[in-house]
């Protein structure tokens, strides 16, 4: 019995080291991955940058290319909705022919003389104001037909113009679609030639390209909790009332949100490290950890909420592509809320300057 325990006690320590060991050889492994990804010479970052900034390129028609198949299904979807418009159309219009010619059959059986017969065989005004009536009945009832019939023309020609314009766009979409799909072939043709350039360095870069897509993974979940974290924190009253300061200006009442003391107040909670820089015209997001740089400006949303718009960017010194900024921030978004800060008052526009934030108010009193 003591012997099995003993036994028993020997395979856990060997486990555990065993896992340990894994979880050890991991973190070495992805810390290897990252040496050799930074500690480069400088003609090696330039391959690797120019090898990034093709794989956004091929990315970034990857997802136009998504778009555009999506623009083709609305529009076939319309196409389709238009033809079926059009078929009632027709229809329509044929059973208004059909009852149109049944009443100018009838008129031509009866003849144009029947008509003055029966005006002129009247025995009494009466009789013949009651005659003049049906016939003005008569006729009023086979011009509202004949505008049926007129609407139904002019209807169904629209429907065949939006058919024919949209048969167009549709033609064109599909060959802009080959287009990009010839586009985005060549590139990864282009992109695949520099790979095989390298030879026996390939497995490294696609290494280290694949880290860096790894990264921004990590980087656009980073940067929503951030949101959810700070939007947390406004909701809940722990955003102080001190860090915007109020004054009137030329422009209006303002509330001013100092950079240093923003950043120190973030650094004190429970928040991903990611540091706002207000800058003359422009607003900068920073991280440190993944020597990430974001710069762009804040748009208003709703009148309560401020979300950032990136326009430029750079990762590990390499330059982002304005398409890459925009997938960054579609699925990892900084989109702050002040709803609770601003009662019945609204946003109108915000405005940043070296080291300061100004946030223009509509106040609403009652």
Not at 96 to 111: A, H, I, P, R, T
Not at 183 to 190: A, F, G, L, S
Request: negative net charge; aromatic residues 10%; hydrophobic residues 40%.
């Amino acid at each position: 019995m003591k012997r099995g325990f003993i036994f028993f006690l020997i395979l856990l320590i060997v486990a555990g080291t065993v896992f340990a060991t894994g979880t050890d050889n991991n973190k070495v492994e992805d810390e290897e991955i990252e040496d050799k990804l930074f500690e480069i010479s400088e003609e090696e970052k330039k391959i690797l940058e120019d090898l990034f900034l093709k794989k956004q390129e091929i990315d970034a028609l990857k997802v136009e290319e998504l778009k555009m198949n999506e623009a083709i299904g609305e529009l076939e979807k319309k196409i389709e909705a238009l033809e079926i418009a059009l078929s009632l159309s027709e229809d329509d219009y044929q059973k208004n022919l059909d009852l149109m010619e049944k009443v100018l059959v009838s008129y031509q059986m009866n003849g144009s003389g029947s008509f003055f017969k029966m005006f002129f065989s009247s025995e009494s005004l009466s009789e013949l104001l009651t005659k003049l009536n049906i016939f003005r009945e008569f006729s009023k009832n086979t011009e509202g037909l004949l505008k049926a019939i007129e609407k139904e023309m002019a209807n169904i020609e629209k429907k065949k113009e939006d058919l024919q314009t949209s048969l167009a766009d549709l033609g064109e979409k599909k060959k802009e679609l080959d287009a990009l799909i010839a586009e985005t072939e060549e590139k990864i043709k282009k992109n695949e030639e520099a790979l095989a350039a390298l030879k026996g360095d390939r497995a490294v870069y696609e290494e280290r390209l694949k880290y860096i897509d790894n990264i921004m993974i990590e980087f656009e979940a980073t940067l929503s909790k951030f949101t959810v974290e700070f939007n947390k924190l406004i909701n809940e009253g722990y955003f102080p009332d001190s860090m915007i300061e109020q004054d009137i200006s030329l422009k209006g009442i303002r509330g001013i949100i100092k950079e240093d003391e923003f950043n120190d107040m973030i650094s004190k909670q429970d928040i991903p490290a990611i540091k706002l820089v207000f800058g003359d015209g422009f607003i900068q997001i920073e991280s440190e950890e993944y020597d990430m740089i974001l710069k762009g400006h804040f748009e208003v949303e709703d009148g309560t909420r401020m979300v950032f718009v990136g326009e430029e960017g750079t990762f590990k010194g390499m330059e982002l592509r304005k398409e890459t900024i925009e997938n960054l921030l579609a699925k990892g978004y900084l989109d702050l809320e002040f709803k609770p800060l601003l009662g019945k008052n609204k946003i109108k526009k915000v405005e940043s300057r070296e080291g300061f934030l100004d946030i223009y108010l509509s106040i609403k009193l009652f």
